[in-house]
């Protein structure tokens, strides 16, 4: 039974996941990750600080050891839009490079939109239908068109949880005022950046729609059996941003199901899906705890 790791470095989170190929089947050992904020401050300064460096240096050795206890053959790590768009991206990939030995391939937009699309397929099973599939980051917003297997289309835009709470959200807790100037914002930004607005099925995937579900069954351990599939109604979308809009930062970690490390980005997060949900005009949206590290596994491993 051989092992692999993959490690998925954003904007706001490094998501690790250590899985076994046995016989063309794969077997999920570890799936987790950390909200080390690679991209804090990238709004203003175009660059990565030297804080979120160390932070993100410290958070990616920590992973690389729990690989090395558990025998792990290969480890493929990708970055996102946080590494595509810092102008200083470079002193952090050669850093990783240098002190761990880790080297990480900075992958296009459109190629994280196919490999998300790609792990998401198992959640519908087989349809003809038109699929829309959705990912929500730190600093950007993917869209996958589909219909069935086939993917039509796919793009990338830069708008994620991360950018809007710096730019908008300067309350706490957010007044009415500071939230609406945002949504208006995000409407306005997706019906400028997107011409297709039509879709069957609305599926949502990331960490902001998975904290979002949590939250919604109100877990306190997270259980990712009982999110995968689960479906998400705009009056639950809705009422979670009432929630979170009411509450300061430090209150909302206290939130069952929320990641303390989330509490300041998620009323951002939960109204980028809100305006998606108007955009398409549908009143629910199906919640994938699949993503990209999911689709890459089956892209180099299992495809074959």
Same mark, same amino acid.
């Given at each position: 039974m051989k092992k692999y790791a993959i490690l998925d470095i954003g904007t706001n989170s490094i998501k690790f996941f250590l899985f076994s190929i046995e016989n063309g089947k794969s077997t999920a050992i570890i799936d987790t990750n950390n909200i080390s904020r690679l991209g804090e401050g990238l709004l203003k300064t175009g660059i990565i600080s030297n804080e979120a460096m160390d932070r993100n240096l410290i958070a990616l050795s920590e992973f690389m050891e729990i690989a090395k206890e558990k025998n792990v053959q290969e480890i493929t790590a990708v970055g996102t839009m946080c590494l595509r768009t810092a102008k200083n991206s470079d002193v952090f990939l050669q850093k990783v490079e240098e002190k761990?030995? &880790? *080297?990480i391939k900075v992958i296009p937009g459109e190629e994280e939109a196919r490999l998300s699309y790609l792990s998401v397929l198992s959640t519908i099973g087989n349809t003809d239908k038109e699929v829309v599939v959705f990912d929500t980051g730190g600093g950007s917003t993917e869209f996958i068109f589909g219909k069935g297997t086939s993917l039509n289309n796919r793009i990338s835009l830069n708008l994620g949880a991360v950018h809007p709470t @710096? @730019? $908008?959200? &300067?309350? #706490?807790?957010? +007044? @009415?005022?500071?939230?609406? *100037?945002?949504? #208006?914002?995000?409407?306005? $930004? $997706? *019906?400028?950046?997107?011409? *297709? +607005? +039509?879709a069957d099925y609305l599926i949502g995937i990331g960490g902001t729609v998975t904290s979002m579900g949590a939250v919604m069954h109100k877990m306190v351990k997270y259980d990712p059996s009982l999110i995968q599939g689960s479906i998400m109604s705009l009056s639950e979308v809705k009422n979670q941003i009432k929630l979170y809009q009411r509450k300061t930062i430090e209150e909302r970690k206290s939130i069952p199901g929320l990641q303390p490390k989330r509490a300041d980005v998620i009323l951002s997060g939960a109204s980028i899906i809100e305006s998606i949900m108007k955009i398409f005009q549908i009143k629910s949206f199906i919640i994938s705890d699949r993503g990209l590290r999911h689709g890459l596994m089956f892209d180099k491993y299992l495809k074959n």
């Amino acid at each position: 039974m051989k092992k692999y790791a993959i490690l998925d470095i954003g904007t706001n989170s490094i998501k690790f996941f250590l899985f076994s190929i046995e016989n063309g089947k794969s077997t999920a050992i570890i799936d987790t990750n950390n909200i080390s904020r690679l991209g804090e401050g990238l709004l203003k300064t175009g660059i990565i600080s030297n804080e979120a460096m160390d932070r993100n240096l410290i958070a990616l050795s920590e992973f690389m050891e729990i690989a090395k206890e558990k025998n792990v053959q290969e480890i493929t790590a990708v970055g996102t839009m946080c590494l595509r768009t810092a102008k200083n991206s470079d002193v952090f990939l050669q850093k990783v490079e240098e002190k761990l030995g &880790l *080297k990480i391939k900075v992958i296009p937009g459109e190629e994280e939109a196919r490999l998300s699309y790609l792990s998401v397929l198992s959640t519908i099973g087989n349809t003809d239908k038109e699929v829309v599939v959705f990912d929500t980051g730190g600093g950007s917003t993917e869209f996958i068109f589909g219909k069935g297997t086939s993917l039509n289309n796919r793009i990338s835009l830069n708008l994620g949880a991360v950018h809007p709470t @710096e @730019e $908008f959200l &300067l309350s #706490d807790p957010v +007044t @009415e005022d500071e939230l609406k *100037k945002m949504q #208006d914002y995000m409407i306005r $930004f $997706f *019906k400028e950046n997107i011409t *297709k +607005t +039509t879709a069957d099925y609305l599926i949502g995937i990331g960490g902001t729609v998975t904290s979002m579900g949590a939250v919604m069954h109100k877990m306190v351990k997270y259980d990712p059996s009982l999110i995968q599939g689960s479906i998400m109604s705009l009056s639950e979308v809705k009422n979670q941003i009432k929630l979170y809009q009411r509450k300061t930062i430090e209150e909302r970690k206290s939130i069952p199901g929320l990641q303390p490390k989330r509490a300041d980005v998620i009323l951002s997060g939960a109204s980028i899906i809100e305006s998606i949900m108007k955009i398409f005009q549908i009143k629910s949206f199906i919640i994938s705890d699949r993503g990209l590290r999911h689709g890459l596994m089956f892209d180099k491993y299992l495809k074959n």
